[in-house]
């Protein structure tokens, strides 16, 4: 009798272990519905990734930046501008200036007289980030010694940018259309401070 209590029982325990592995198995199986949840999850955290790594380029190619001609300040003449971005690797510039022209030769200081000028044109970067070499049409209108001139700019320049993606420097250099003076050599040296 105890022989066959004891194989019972053992009985019973082997099957409660059974039991008990089938429904581990159950439970670390996952369901169908379970594993297409797990899947859909893990798209939309790519997608997720994906649309933020798009939002940072685009916040990257969006561009404000004040500008300043230094020689011109020189010549005692205030000047400002901005960079405005319009796509990943093009932008809008515009520039004003008006003063007093500073400008001395080797006879000593001419006779200041008032300037003013505006500026408008489009830069096209051959690098995203606005940076290194571009190209730049610009008009450019100007009153100087009492007459109104103006001018076409086709320039090819060069922007540095600092450590801090702040400070600013470009230099261009090509030829102008002049309407009094007909062609002339054109350049320009800018510094910038970006938003």
């Not at 029982?9 to 159950?26: D, H, K, M, R, Y």
């Not at 685009?58 to 500008?67: A, G, K």
């Not at 006779?111 to 940076?131: D, L, Q, W």
């Amino acid at each position: 009798m105890k022989n066959a209590v004891i194989i019972m029982l053992f009985g019973l325990g082997l099957s409660v272990n059974a039991q008990t592995v089938i429904v581990e198995n159950e439970k670390s199986a996952p369901t169908n519905e379970e594993l297409n949840l797990q899947i859909q999850t893990l798209v939309n955290e790519l997608q997720t990734q994906r649309d933020l790594e798009e939002a940072l380029l685009v916040v990257d190619s969006v561009i404000f930046e004040y500008t300043t001609r230094p020689i011109t300040l020189m010549q005692g003449i205030l000047n400002a501008g901005i960079e405005k971005s319009m796509g990943k690797q093009s932008s809008i510039v515009f520039d004003g200036a008006a003063g007093y022209n500073r400008i001395f030769t080797f006879g000593g200081l001419i006779e200041p007289t008032f300037s003013a000028s505006f500026m408008i044109g489009v830069r096209y970067y051959f690098n995203e980030g606005f940076k290194g070499v571009y190209l730049t049409p610009k008009f450019r209108a100007r009153l100087e010694y009492g007459e109104p001139t103006a001018r076409i700019n086709f320039l090819v320049g060069s922007k540095w940018i600092s450590d801090n993606n702040k400070m600013t420097f470009s230099s261009a250099f090509g030829i102008a259309r002049t309407s009094n003076l007909g062609l002339l050599p054109s350049w320009s040296f800018i510094a910038g401070y970006r938003l």
